[in-house]
Antibody
Framework: QVTLRESGPALVKPTQTLTLTCTFSGFSLTTSGMSVNWIRQPPGKALEWLAFIDWDDDRYYSTSLKSRLTISKDTSKNQVVLTMTNMEPVDTATYYC???????????????WGQGTLVTVSS | SYELTQPPSVSVSPGQTASITCSGDKLGDEYVCWYQQKPGQSPVLVIYLDNKRPSGIPERFSGSNSGNTATLTINETQALDEAEYYCQAWDSSTYVVFGGGTKLTVL
C-alpha cells in the first residue's frame, strides 16, 4: 500500500525559509520509474506544480519559482524534502507531495497523493 | 511556457454526459491525465495516458486526446461526480503543467 505524508510548520513568517518533509511508504525511490513531486494549492485556487525528484536523482523545478526551491531525497529514510526560501503571504497554500510514475514516454501521472499540509505565511 | 486551458465551469443534469476539455498547443503529442478533487480532499487520478482508468475508477469515466484538445467524458453523470477536475501533462521545457481546473456541477 502506497502512502505519502507531508510534515512541516503550519505557520511561517515572511522572509523565512520553509522546509517540508514528505515521508512515504509502499515504494522505493531507488526503483526505476519512480519520482516524488511537490505541488501546492492556494485556498480556492488551482494546483501548481513545484518540484520533481526521481529514482535517478533527476531534479526539475517550476520555472517561476526555481530560484527559491531545492528538492532532495534520503532514500534510507524514504523521505523527500522541499525547501522554499523567502516566503511571502502569497505562498500561503496547501502543500502536497505526490508520487509520479515515469513511463516509457517520460514522466506521466500522479497516482498517489499525500493528504496535504496547510502552510500560512503571516507575521 | 506551456499552458493548458480549461473552461472554469461545466454543468450537467444527472444521468447525462459531461465533457470537460483541456486545450494546449499540440497537446495531442503529449500524454494527458485527469484528476478529480472534492472540497477538502486531495486530488484523485481518474484518467492517465490519455484514456487509461486506474483501478477503482468507474467505467463511465473516459478520456481522449487529439490535436490541441484533450477531453474528459463522464457518462451517466451522478451527483457524487460533482467536483473540480484538473488536466495535467508533461512538457519538456515547463515540465509538469496543470490546467486551471473545471468545476463540474450536477444539477
Amino acid at each position: 500500500q502506497v502512502t505519502l505524508r507531508e510534515s512541516g510548520p503550519a505557520l511561517v513568517k515572511p522572509t523565512q525559509t520553509l522546509t517540508l518533509t514528505c515521508t512515504f511508504s509502499g515504494f522505493s525511490l531507488t526503483t526505476s520509474g519512480m519520482s516524488v513531486n511537490w505541488i501546492r494549492q492556494p485556498p480556492g485556487k488551482a494546483l501548481e506544480w513545484l518540484a520533481f525528484i526521481d529514482w535517478d536523482d533527476d531534479r526539475y523545478y517550476s520555472t517561476s519559482l526555481k530560484s527559491r526551491l531545492t528538492i532532495s531525497k534520503d532514500t534510507s529514510k524514504n523521505q523527500v524534502v522541499l525547501t522554499m526560501t523567502n516566503m511571502e503571504p502569497v505562498d500561503t497554500a496547501t502543500y502536497y507531495c505526490a508520487r509520479m510514475r515515469i513511463v516509457e514516454a517520460g514522466p506521466s501521472h500522479f497516482d498517489h497523493w499525500g493528504q496535504g499540509t496547510l502552510v500560512t505565511v503571516s507575521s | 511556457s506551456y499552458e493548458l486551458t480549461q473552461p472554469p465551469s461545466v454543468s450537467v443534469s444527472p444521468g447525462q454526459t459531461a465533457s470537460i476539455t483541456c486545450s494546449g498547443d499540440k497537446l495531442g503529442d503529449e500524454y494527458v491525465c485527469w484528476y478529480q478533487q472534492k472540497p477538502g480532499q486531495s486530488p484523485v487520478l481518474v484518467i492517465y495516458l490519455d484514456n487509461k482508468r486506474p483501478s477503482g475508477i468507474p467505467e463511465r469515466f473516459s478520456g481522449s486526446n487529439s490535436g490541441n484538445t484533450a477531453t474528459l467524458t463522464i457518462n451517466e453523470t451522478q451527483a457524487l461526480d460533482e467536483a473540480e477536475y484538473y488536466c495535467q501533462a508533461w512538457d519538456s521545457s515547463t515540465y509538469v503543467v496543470f490546467g486551471g481546473g473545471t468545476k463540474l456541477t450536477v444539477l
